[in-house]
């Protein structure tokens, strides 16, 4: 149990996809809790194995905030069994440190995955949901894809990583749901139509 450096954007290890576990061994609660202490140690929401360098299918969240008890989720072999709506989820990464851009998710998800102890559960987290948006981005490490590969403006993330010292966004690596992106076009008109009705009522 310890505090592990977390890889930054960049490295290789980041874009690799996991293996599955198939045993919940010694091996791999020693990587569960090695996850908490460092997204404790780092202040985090959720910590990914890849992120420590460990390609195993893995990740933890804690959405606790302020004086709520500590509230450790473990997902192990997660699986993604349903997902609807969309939300404009303003999202970092501890492997971006200080780098923040807006990123399409969708706002209801079910998961299915095993516990620390191998217990296999089912979680639904909706309305966009910090655990909703946790749950998506921890996911998507598992494979490889990161949170800017849904960037909702690339320019302004490209100016976003400049300012971070982090390489380029890898254009290549941008995903397409065509599905996600309408829903997210209508919130942000609806976005703009909002802030100039409330320019409107401030001139009033
Ligand atoms: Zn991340």
Known sequence: MSIKKVVKYGEPSLRQPSKEVHKVSQKIKTLVEDLLDTMYAQNGVGLAAPQIGENYRVFVIDVSTGDEPLNPMVFINPKIIKKSGAVISHEGCLSFPEAFTDVKR?????????????????????DGSLLARAIQHEFDHLDGILFIDHVINRFEAEEVLKKCNLPDIDIEKIIDEPELSEKIEVLLKEKIKNNESAKDNAAE
């Open 106 to 126: 969708y706002s209801n998800v079910m998961v299915k995955a095993m516990d620390s102890k191998g217990r296999s559960f089912v979680l639904e987290a909706k």
